[in-house]
Antibody, heavy 115, light 109 residues
Framework: QVQLVESGGGLVKPGGSLRLSCAAS????????LSWIRQAPGKGLEWLSY????????YYADSVKGRFTISRDNAKNSLFLQMDNLRADDTAVYYC????????WGQGTLVTVSS | EIVLTQSPGTLSLSPGERATLSCRAS???????LAWYQQKPGQAPRLLIY???SRATGIPDRFNGSGSGTDFTLTISRLEPEDFAMYYC??????????FGQGTKVEIK
């Protein structure tokens, strides 16, 4: 069955960086768009970025453009999110999700930005 | 950017009642790119509806989506106990940025 497992979350200081990973299994990874979506504590869902199946195109929400970079390794069935210049309002659970629309989601990894 | 506004913020209903959730867009877009998700506390969202009216795999037929242009609706014909949750609409693919509505909470009255 489809599995998406995020990792790499944790506590980071404002201005710091983190790299999230998402390990995928149970489907032909290279056939699908992949996305990152986050949810701040007690808040709604916020789409951050998606990458096309080949990785040739990537799109970002204005809130993270220029600070976050999405990438993928189709040989390793892995999705990544490089997050730089983190701010307190980036604190959230970060989900990776498969498809267009997003039909499967991981369970999320918590990122806390605090001094 | 297309802004999605969901209403009401909270819907208080009893099991067996009908739920009608609204999602209004700031500009018209193709209904092919409207989805609905259900989220329960501590869980990841689950895709219910895509293309405005197509049910995702395994979704019961009491969930129905409709609408076009700027106005979309999710209807739950008869609420089951497991349907009390948060619901989000999402537009995807009509532009290079995707957006979610702020959510509607369906709670037990």
């Amino acid at each position: 069955q489809v599995q998406l497992v995020e990792s790499g979350g944790g506590l980071v200081k404002p201005g710091g960086s983190l790299r999230l990973s998402c390990a995928a299994s149970g489907f032909t990874f290279s056939d699908y768009y992949l996305s990152w979506i986050r949810q701040a504590p007690g808040k709604g869902l916020e789409w951050l970025s998606y990458i096309t199946s080949s990785g040739s195109a990537r799109y970002y929400a204005d809130s993270v453009k220029g600070r976050f970079t999405i990438s993928r390794d189709n040989a390793k069935n892995s999705l990544f999110l490089q997050m730089d210049n983190l701010r307190a309002d980036d604190t959230a659970v970060y989900y990776c999700a498969k498809g267009y629309p997003t039909d499967y989601w991981g369970q999320g990894t918590l990122v806390t930005v605090s001094s | 950017e297309i802004v999605l506004t969901q209403s009401p913020g909270t819907l208080s209903l009893s099991p067996g009642e009908r739920a009608t959730l609204s999602c209004r867009a700031s500009q018209s877009f193709s209904s092919s790119y409207l989805a609905w998700y259900q989220q329960k506390p501590g869980q990841a969202p689950r895709l219910l509806i895509y293309g405005a009216s197509s049910r995702a795999t395994g979704i019961p037929d009491r969930f129905n989506g409709s609408g076009s242009g700027t106005d979309f609706t999710l209807t739950i014909s008869r609420l089951e106990p497991e349907d009390f949750a948060m619901y989000y609409c999402q537009q995807y693919g009509s532009s290079r940025t995707w957006t979610f509505g702020q959510g509607t909470k369906v709670e037990i009255k």
